[in-house]
């Protein structure tokens, strides 16, 4: 459980990063909107807490793209704000935002409404991730594209999983590596090439609308539409 800090003020800063992995999570902090939003886009993070005040992108624009981003869209967001105003929290509340807490908060407060968002998360997880003519049935571990079943390896589907819950975005082979394989970027990326060549042959050949795109020094993205030099 990877939780993303966006917090400008070093002290702050400082304090939740230590809070929060003495309370067993593991954390990630960005100084401003900008490089806040770059982890969350990038990285495998299960939950922001976002400050308000922020430079070079507030909050409010931070929030605002990851609804805007389908990969984020979904990502809990519980933000801070410095003024217990009630157009703040409305702001907040109507861009997206999950939940809410005015500074000073007390330690545990925030870890509570952490650990609630938390476990409401699973339920959004989709049961169904349609991406093109693909249709995944998660529960049911049932691939088809144009009604055609597709049948996958555990290992294949778990890849496949990984790349369409977070369609649209650029996933490193080092990400996909600890995600499907439990493995280090050290790894032989050889691995990951070769499953994802094994995966287009049964998702991509047969059919002329390709869903899995290679992004060169980058990774692998799936996607309906070949995106266009990005
Ligand atoms: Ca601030």
Partial sequence: MTILVIEDEPKTGDYLQRGLAESGFGVRLARN???????????EIELVVL?????RMDGWEVLAALRAYPAT????????TARDEV???VRGLELGADDYLVKPFAFVELVARIRTLLRRGPVREEAQICIGDMEIDVL???VRRGGTPIVLTAQEFALLHLLARRQGQVLSRALIASQVWDMNFDSDTNVIDAAVRRLRRKIDDPFP???????RGMGYVCEAVPAAAA
């Fill in 73 to 80: 869209a979904q990502m809990p967001v519980l933000f801070l």
């Fill in 33 to 43: 909107g900008r490089d806040g939003l770059h982890i969350a886009r990038e990285e």
């Fill in 51 to 55: 400050d308000v005040m922020l430079p």
């Fill in 140 to 142: 049911m571990r049932r």
């Fill in 209 to 215: 609308d390709k869903l899995i795109h290679t992004r």
């Fill in 87 to 89: 157009q703040d929290r």
